[in-house]
């Protein structure tokens, strides 16, 4: 029987350069950083108050194929690939802590039927969602796709 995730991987240009993201920009901290073998750093990060998971901060390579792995960090270098989502207590205060603290904001706190949410890119392109939830109904996001199907792509002219 399956008890729980506890563990996801996020591809990254440079581990040691994420890990220090993800700890001095984030409030994440280190669990795990070993070498195995002659060309495989283990190397996850989690937040303080999820003691069960971890984020495991991983660069293509091998076992992974040449053209999977350049095709891994094509989609890191065009800046359109999702790391993780995370949830925040007041989102327009902790994105205005993170713009302070040089983290680039890709769309700032809007409004949704589920919360208020916004979007941030970590140090490899990777994009991270922050949402500050709210109560909501199936039904109010249907009205909101229906009213307008692009507000789920905040990039998309409607017109």
């Given at each position: 029987m399956i008890?729980?995730?506890f563990l996801t991987a996020v591809w990254v240009k440079d581990i040691e350069?994420?890990?220090?993201?993800?700890?001095?920009?984030?409030?994440?901290?280190e669990r795990d950083d070993v070498i195995v073998g002659d060309d495989f750093r283990w190397c996850t990060v989690g937040h303080p108050s999820q003691?069960?998971?971890?984020?495991?901060l991983t660069t293509p390579g091998p076992p992974l194929s040449a053209e999977f792995a350049a095709s891994i960090n094509r989609a890191l270098d065009e800046g359109g690939t999702f790391?993780?989502?995370?949830?925040?207590a007041d989102c327009a205060a902790t994105v205005a802590e993170l713009e302070?603290?040089?983290?680039?904001?890709?769309?700032?706190p809007e409004d949704?039927?589920?919360?208020?949410?916004?979007?941030?890119?970590?140090?490899?392109?990777n994009w991270i969602v922050l949402v500050e939830h709210h109560d909501w109904t199936p039904d109010q996001i249907?009205?909101?796709?229906?009213?307008?199907?692009?507000?789920?792509?905040?990039n998309v002219?409607?017109?």
């Open positions: 008890n729980n995730v350069e994420s890990k220090a993201f993800y700890i001095d920009k984030l409030g994440f901290e003691p069960e998971l971890e984020v495991h790391a993780v989502g995370l949830s925040v302070a603290n040089g983290v680039t904001i890709l769309n700032p949704r039927p589920y919360g208020t949410e916004a979007l941030i890119r970590d140090n490899s392109g249907a009205e909101m796709v229906e009213n307008d199907p692009s507000s789920l792509n905040p002219d409607p017109s």
